[in-house]
């Protein structure tokens, strides 16, 4: 089981999602990613390559999980949460 940890933003992030979509992503996706983060989600490429990415919908919306694998640490690093619209351009902003 690896240890989540996250981002400062992450909280305020989640208070902006619907209640039923963030009870989802904290009682079934992050449970998964604590569990088994390698096969979740899927590696991102260029610039975020050491980054991954859990998608999801719920409610007609498309959402995305950014996340960081540190293996020798056993932790998961949760960098971002949120709508699909512009999210790579924020989280670009965020990390570099």
């Not at 933003?9 to 963030?22: G, H, Q, S, Y």
């Not at 899927?42 to 995305?64: H, N, Q, V």
Request: proline share 2%.
């Amino acid at each position: 089981m690896y240890e989540l940890r996250f981002h400062r933003n992450v909280d305020k992030e989640l208070k902006n999602i619907p209640t039923a979509v963030r009870r989802r992503i904290k009682n079934h996706y992050l449970a998964i990613l604590a569990e088994r983060p390698h096969t979740a989600g899927k590696a991102l490429s260029g610039g975020l390559s050491r980054f991954w990415r859990l998608d999801f919908k719920m409610m007609r919306t498309e959402y995305r999980i950014a996340y960081e694998i540190v293996d020798d640490e056993n932790a998961v690093n949760i960098l971002m949460v949120g709508k699909r619209e512009s999210f790579y351009e924020r989280l670009r902003r965020r990390l570099l």
